[in-house]
């Protein structure tokens, strides 16, 4: 029988330091919820050009072992 490995979640957000999230955004995001039994970790990248942050969240989440990357916003 195959051993499945426990999901581990990276949580990636590229954003600008002056831009702020509206109350929807924040609701939104405390409703997310991961795989049942899964685990996760929030990374937040900020003032640099998307495909740089979208980069160092991957780099992170590579190095923390996570299984999945989710990119939000």
């Known amino acids: ?3 499945f490995k ?3 979640i990276c949580i ?3 954003t600008l330091t002056n831009n702020p999230v509206t109350m929807e955004w924040a609701s939104s995001y405390r409703q997310i919820q991961g795989l049942l ?3 996760s970790i929030e ?3 900020k003032d640099k050009l ?3 942050a979208r980069n ?3 780099e992170k989440a590579l190095s923390q ?3 999945h990357v989710f990119m939000l916003g």
């Open 37 to 39: 039994g899964s685990s």
């Open 65 to 67: 072992d996570c299984s």
């Open 12 to 14: 990636g957000i590229p």
């Open 50 to 52: 998307i495909d740089e």
């Open 43 to 45: 990374y937040v990248v």
């Open 6 to 8: 426990k999901n581990h």
């Open 1 to 3: 029988m195959k051993k």
């Open 56 to 58: 160092e969240i991957v």
